[in-house]
């Protein structure tokens, strides 16, 4: 980790313009270091907007801009690089940034050290990400006719992305042959992006006789995504002096790899929107949106979708209750659809490889990818009644919100028996309910002449039931490889959406209790290495087998409360906002632990709670011992029971709160009296200082219970940290000049 990371980021933006053309534009400059070492990022923008009046009714808007950005990443990856830090010790001192070739001095013994680790590549880390993207977007805008009942608008937008991936692996860190053949890797990767879009709709607006108020749009709208890339890995040179540079200096070129894809999207829409007297307001939607990342007789949707609101502020007989600014009632019902699961996956996929035949080698081809032309879209239908109330002149504003949806299709990657030959499918495997309440509301507390105070405060309950899984009791979400090797995370029937499964345990207590567990007696009759103080896997079932039947739902990774509560004081030229956010109820699989929790005997570091693990007594030393932790005895046997029981098998000591409340932002600011920044020449003059994530108050013994895990942010993914990149705290010095 770095002390401090830096970051300077710098805009400068000129606007102005006529009547019947305006300009807007703006170039940046963004230098950030991560908070581990090896990691920044660079970009340097430009961008452009124009607003021209053709004609009294045409209309033009021209938007562009375009970037180039750089960042550097750490060859092992960042959740590698996290683990491997955790994991030292803390009595030595890795140096290989200074020594440049993978070792460290043991501060114990003075002796050089290979450390030949995730740690060796993270500090001698040589990869970046370069990349150049640019968006051009045009809406062009004709009322029909004179009095601007009918107007058409048409928007048309194109995007081209450019990347290159450069990653080199020193061979000086390592020390062996044998792993320079295998580490010692150069990478280039290059791929291409473009994608068009183009939406057009006709627009109706019309207000009858003062009280009638009718809008109509009619549309289309089509967008193309396409890509394109080549990548190739080098391995063994002779010298690093290459990197990335010379791939022919290389000793082995591995098979050069090659990708295409493309996603359309086609859609046609319409709506209506009908307004009596400001009091009653109608609306009523229908969407065909077609994806072609499904079968060729399931890629259209349909989405219906209508609302009703009753302003009944506006009523004449609740006009004379003056302490009521704002109600209003309001139902909606809607259908939604989604088709997030990747591309081609209703195709079956062939891959290329190599086969011998007689000594001889030869090109083949084989299903990488079993297809399901079946694949659909899938749905969610909502059902949403709300009120909305103003009071006191609207100094109190609040919303309230109840909803259910009814998720149909429910699309994931269907893990399949390995016996099959394939390890997954993308499938709709069931439906999912979910229900809440959301509230928020808005208070002006004080409001005076050079002083104000307001607050902002949400919260919302969600609880979600899987009640279909297409015949099946459980579908695995999320499996972890790395040694590992189980499955976490499921949809179970009847739980909550990402629900937890694995092992409860407790600690033998004593002899009786180990000769009593019938578990143990897997070991050696002769030789029992299961002793008091060990980890005791409950038998749920009470067969006298540890097995997968013995598994129990340890929590659900989605919490059940989540909001945020926001204070702004003003008081003359100064402003000042703190932001907290909460989550209450979410559990965490907290994989940090198969490392750091694995009470054996070695070289990791491990949780300062292991201080406090079970000691048995020891008459030699005249240790009294302590029983009364609840963490067990640390254990290096490695027998059949024991390896059970030390080894990483999923258990409760796994999954950890995810409750937090957190003080997310504070921010003051100042703004200089106009009298005094035209004096040095400037129109506006705003000094500010942010502080990001300042205080979190958790028992989460992670980085991050907000955690953003490195193995993804999906449904499948929830609630699993895998050594995620650190939340940083972050202080920010901000000047906004005006000319």
Same mark, same amino acid.
């Given at each position: 980790?770095?002390?401090?990371?830096?970051?300077?980021?710098?805009?400068?933006?000129?606007?102005?313009?006529?009547?019947?053309?305006?300009?807007?534009?703006?170039?940046?400059?963004?230098?950030?270091?991560?908070?581990?070492?090896?990691?920044?990022?660079?970009?340097?923008?430009?961008?452009?907007?124009?607003?021209?009046?053709?004609?009294?009714?045409?209309?033009?808007?021209?938007?562009?801009?375009?970037?180039?950005?750089?960042?550097?990443?750490?060859?092992?990856?960042?959740?590698?690089?996290?683990?491997?830090?955790?994991?030292?010790?803390?009595?030595?001192?890795?140096?290989?940034?200074?020594?440049?070739?993978?070792?460290?001095?043991?501060?114990?013994?003075?002796?050089?050290?290979?450390?030949?680790?995730?740690?060796?590549?993270?500090?001698?880390?040589?990869?970046?990400?370069?990349?150049?993207?640019?968006?051009?977007?045009?809406?062009?805008?004709?009322?029909?006719?004179?009095?601007?009942?009918?107007?058409?608008?048409?928007?048309?937008?194109?995007?081209?992305?450019?990347?290159?991936?450069?990653?080199?692996?020193?061979?000086?860190?390592?020390?062996?042959?044998?792993?320079?053949?295998?580490?010692?890797?150069?990478?280039?990767?290059?791929?291409?992006?473009?994608?068009?879009?183009?939406?057009?709709?006709?627009?109706?607006?019309?207000?009858?006789?003062?009280?009638?108020?009718?809008?109509?749009?009619?549309?289309?709208?089509?967008?193309?995504?396409?890509?394109?890339?080549?990548?190739?890995?080098?391995?063994?040179?002779?010298?690093?002096?290459?990197?990335?540079?010379?791939?022919?200096?290389?000793?082995?070129?591995?098979?050069?790899?090659?990708?295409?894809?493309?996603?359309?999207?086609?859609?046609?829409?319409?709506?209506?929107?009908?307004?009596?007297?400001?009091?009653?307001?109608?609306?009523?939607?229908?969407?065909?949106?077609?994806?072609?990342?499904?079968?060729?007789?399931?890629?259209?949707?349909?989405?219906?979708?209508?609302?009703?609101?009753?302003?009944?502020?506006?009523?004449?007989?609740?006009?004379?209750?003056?302490?009521?600014?704002?109600?209003?009632?309001?139902?909606?019902?809607?259908?939604?659809?989604?088709?997030?699961?990747?591309?081609?996956?209703?195709?079956?996929?062939?891959?290329?490889?190599?086969?011998?035949?007689?000594?001889?080698?030869?090109?083949?081809?084989?299903?990488?990818?079993?297809?399901?032309?079946?694949?659909?879209?899938?749905?969610?239908?909502?059902?949403?009644?709300?009120?909305?109330?103003?009071?006191?002149?609207?100094?109190?504003?609040?919303?309230?919100?109840?909803?259910?949806?009814?998720?149909?299709?429910?699309?994931?990657?269907?893990?399949?028996?390995?016996?099959?030959?394939?390890?997954?499918?993308?499938?709709?495997?069931?439906?999912?309910?979910?229900?809440?309440?959301?509230?928020?509301?808005? *208070?002006?507390?004080?409001?005076? @002449? &050079?002083? $104000?105070?307001?607050?902002? !405060? #949400?919260? +919302?309950?969600?609880?979600?039931? =899987?009640?279909?899984?297409?015949?099946?009791?459980?579908?695995?979400?999320?499996?972890?490889?790395?040694?590992?090797?189980?499955?976490?995370?499921?949809?179970?029937?009847?739980?909550?959406?990402?629900?937890?499964?694995?092992?409860?345990?407790?600690?033998?207590?004593?002899?009786?209790?180990?000769?009593?567990?019938?578990?143990?007696?897997?070991?050696?009759?002769?030789?029992?290495?299961?002793?008091?103080?060990?980890?005791?896997?409950?038998?749920?079932?009470?067969?006298?087998?540890?097995?997968?039947?013995?598994?129990?739902?340890?929590?659900?990774?989605?919490?059940?409360?989540?909001?945020?509560? *926001?204070?702004?004081?003003?008081? @003359? &030229?100064? $402003?000042?906002?703190?932001? !907290? #956010?909460? +989550?209450?109820?979410?559990?965490? =699989?907290?994989?940090?632990?198969?490392?750091?929790?694995?009470?054996?005997?070695?070289?990791?570091?491990?949780?300062?709670?292991?201080?406090?693990?079970?000691?048995?007594?020891?008459?030699?030393?005249?240790?009294?011992?302590?029983?009364?932790?609840?963490?067990?005895?640390?254990?290096?046997?490695?027998?059949?029971?024991?390896?059970?029981?030390?080894?990483?098998?999923?258990?409760?000591?796994?999954?950890?709160?995810?409750?937090?409340?957190?003080?997310?932002?504070?921010?003051?600011?100042?703004?200089?009296?106009?009298?005094?920044?035209?004096?040095?020449?400037?129109?506006?003059?705003?000094?500010?200082?942010?502080?990001?994530?300042?205080?979190?108050?958790?028992?989460?013994?992670? !980085?991050?219970?907000?955690?953003?895990?490195?193995?993804?942010?999906?449904?499948?993914?929830?609630?699993?940290?895998?050594?995620?990149?650190?939340?940083?705290?972050?202080?920010?010095?901000?000047?906004?000049?005006?000319?």
């Amino acid at each position: 980790l770095r002390d401090m990371a830096q970051r300077h980021n710098y805009t400068v933006s000129l606007q102005g313009g006529s009547k019947d053309m305006r300009y807007y534009i703006s170039g940046g400059y963004l230098n950030e270091q991560g908070i581990l070492q090896n990691s920044s990022n660079e970009r340097l923008n430009f961008s452009t907007k124009f607003n021209m009046n053709l004609s009294p009714r045409l209309h033009l808007d021209v938007k562009g801009s375009i970037s180039r950005q750089q960042t550097e990443k750490i060859s092992s990856g960042y959740s590698g690089a996290t683990m491997r830090m955790l994991m030292l010790k803390p009595t030595g001192k890795v140096n290989g940034t200074d020594l440049g070739d993978g070792t460290y001095i043991d501060e114990e013994t003075g002796e050089i050290l290979n450390i030949n680790t995730e740690a060796a590549k993270a500090m001698n880390s040589n990869q970046w990400n370069k990349r150049i993207n640019a968006d051009l977007n045009a809406v062009f805008r004709w009322d029909i006719d004179r009095k601007k009942y009918w107007s058409f608008n048409s928007t048309v937008g194109y995007k081209f992305s450019n990347n290159n991936d450069y990653a080199y692996v020193l061979r000086s860190i390592y020390t062996k042959e044998s792993d320079i053949d295998k580490n010692n890797k150069a990478t280039r990767k290059t791929s291409q992006g473009i994608s068009w879009s183009n939406e057009n709709f006709i627009n109706y607006t019309r207000t009858f006789k003062k009280k009638h108020y009718l809008m109509w749009t009619l549309g289309q709208s089509w967008q193309r995504e396409q890509s394109e890339g080549f990548n190739v890995d080098v391995t063994r040179f002779d010298t690093d002096y290459f990197m990335w540079n010379n791939l022919g200096a290389g000793a082995y070129v591995s098979v050069p790899g090659s990708s295409y894809k493309a996603i359309t999207h086609s859609s046609f829409f319409t709506r209506a929107i009908y307004t009596y007297d400001q009091r009653f307001t109608f609306t009523f939607s229908l969407r065909a949106d077609g994806s072609s990342r499904f079968g060729e007789d399931s890629r259209y949707g349909y989405f219906p979708a209508a609302s009703i609101s009753w302003r009944m502020s506006k009523e004449k007989w609740l006009k004379k209750v003056r302490w009521i600014s704002e109600l209003k009632p309001r139902f909606s019902v809607g259908v939604t659809g989604n088709d997030r699961i990747g591309e081609y996956k209703a195709e079956t996929m062939l891959s290329s490889n190599k086969v011998l035949i007689n000594g001889q080698s030869y090109n083949s081809s084989t299903i990488s990818q079993i297809g399901n032309p079946n694949l659909q879209w899938e749905t969610t239908h909502e059902y949403n009644g709300g009120l909305d109330v103003g009071l006191f002149k609207n100094r109190i504003r609040f919303s309230l919100d109840a909803y259910y949806k009814k998720t149909y299709n429910l699309l994931y990657n269907y893990r399949l028996p390995l016996t099959t030959g394939y390890s997954q499918v993308s499938a709709n495997v069931g439906n999912i309910d979910n229900k809440g309440v959301e509230f928020e509301i808005h *208070t002006r507390n004080i409001e005076h @002449k &050079n002083f $104000s105070w307001n607050t902002d !405060f #949400n919260i +919302a309950w969600n609880k979600s039931e =899987v009640t279909d899984l297409g015949g099946n009791d459980n579908v695995v979400l999320y499996y972890m490889g790395n040694g590992v090797n189980q499955n976490i995370t499921y949809l179970l029937l009847g739980q909550p959406l990402g629900v937890i499964k694995g092992y409860e345990t407790e600690i033998y207590k004593s002899w009786d209790e180990v000769y009593a567990d019938d578990a143990v007696w897997v070991e050696d009759p002769l030789n029992i290495q299961t002793r008091p103080g060990m980890l005791k896997y409950v038998d749920q079932n009470g067969d006298g087998v540890i097995d997968d039947n013995d598994k129990v739902v340890l929590g659900q990774a989605l919490p059940n409360i989540m909001g945020g509560f *926001t204070n702004t004081f003003n008081y @003359k &030229n100064w $402003s000042l906002t703190v932001f !907290f #956010n909460y +989550a209450l109820g979410g559990k965490i =699989v907290n994989t940090n632990v198969t490392k750091l929790d694995t009470y054996q005997a070695g070289n990791n570091n491990s949780y300062a709670d292991a201080l406090g693990a079970w000691r048995p007594v020891n008459p030699i030393t005249g240790d009294q011992g302590w029983s009364g932790g609840t963490k067990p005895i640390p254990s290096s046997y490695s027998s059949q029971s024991t390896a059970r029981q030390y080894s990483q098998n999923v258990i409760d000591r796994w999954v950890e709160d995810g409750s937090y409340l957190r003080l997310k932002t504070l921010s003051l600011s100042y703004s200089v009296p106009e009298k005094f920044s035209r004096k040095i020449g400037m129109q506006r003059l705003v000094i500010s200082l942010k502080g990001t994530n300042l205080w979190t108050l958790t028992k989460y013994r992670g !980085f991050d219970p907000e955690m953003s895990s490195s193995v993804g942010t999906s449904n499948s993914t929830l609630g699993i940290d895998r050594s995620s990149y650190p939340a940083v705290k972050t202080f920010t010095f901000n000047l906004n000049i005006t000319f």
